[in-house]
């Protein structure tokens, strides 16, 4: 079984558009977060939530609504999408708050944003 | 300045050599540093902790200079499966809500 799912793998949609990706961690974690890593390959923070309540919001557009219903899922929902937000997005979780350091991965959803 | 600088190399190094790469971050403050492995168009996976005293694991030898504020990654008897990105990622804070800063990464390709 796969420990952090994301859907969908691959995202292609035009400038304007909505959408939303999906993140499920069946691990038992507490802390789930966002990631999104460029076509520079930097990996950067964009929100973090603990338990279902928000912890990290690093300077992201509000254009990035995440969401949680439980504590095993997060999701990302971004609207009127930009060129500049075509890049690679992660999911991840640990095991809590204070244990940041030993992440678990998603896949990525590859966002290509035309 | 960066918080957390790498060499992004690459690095071409011929199978069975020994390589080393340096991350350097900027917060003295911070108290907690991992490297990580990220292959070709996968996500990110912990290789190793980094503690005050070293650590090593198998071929793999992390070390932290406090001083000079950066870490270390050492392979040794390098493997073709080692080619990948090295992210070194550096956790800021010890208490509350902790947050890894990551390096852009060092790109390691083992030559047969």
């Known amino acids: 079984d796969t420990a952090v799912s994301q859907t969908p793998k691959y995202l292609v949609t035009q400038m304007g558009n909505d959408k939303s990706i999906k993140c499920e961690q069946n691990?038992?974690?507490?802390?789930m977060y966002w990631y999104k890593q460029d076509s520079k390959k930097f990996l950067k923070i964009m929100f973090s939530?603990?338990?279902?309540?928000?912890?990290i919001n690093e300077t992201v557009p509000n254009r990035f609504s995440p969401k949680s219903p439980d504590k095993a899922h997060l999701n990302l929902h971004i609207n009127s999408l930009e060129l500049g937000d075509s890049a690679v997005y992660f999911c991840?979780?640990?095991?809590?708050?204070?244990?940041?350091?030993?992440?678990?991965f998603g896949p990525g959803t590859r966002l290509t944003v035309t | 300045r960066k918080e957390v600088e790498q060499d992004p190399g690459p690095f071409n190094v011929p199978e069975g050599a020994t390589v080393a790469f340096n991350c350097t971050y900027s917060n003295s403050a911070s108290q907690s540093f991992f490297w990580y492995r990220q292959d070709c168009r996968k996500e990110p996976k912990l290789l190793m902790s980094?503690?005050?005293s070293g650590n090593e694991d198998g071929r793999f030898t992390a070390q932290l200079n406090r001083a000079s504020q950066y870490i270390s990654l050492l392979i040794r008897d390098s493997k073709l499966s080692d080619s990948a990105t090295y992210l070194c990622?550096?956790?800021?804070?010890?208490?509350?809500?902790?947050?890894?800063?990551f390096g852009t990464g060092t790109r390691l390709t083992i030559i047969p």
């Open positions: 980094v503690y005050s």
């Open positions: 990622a550096v956790n800021p804070t010890n208490f509350g809500n902790e947050k890894l800063t």
């Open positions: 939530y603990n338990n279902k309540e928000l912890i």
């Open positions: 991840a979780s640990s095991q809590d708050r204070g244990l940041a350091g030993e992440q678990y």
């Open positions: 691990l038992g974690h507490d802390t």
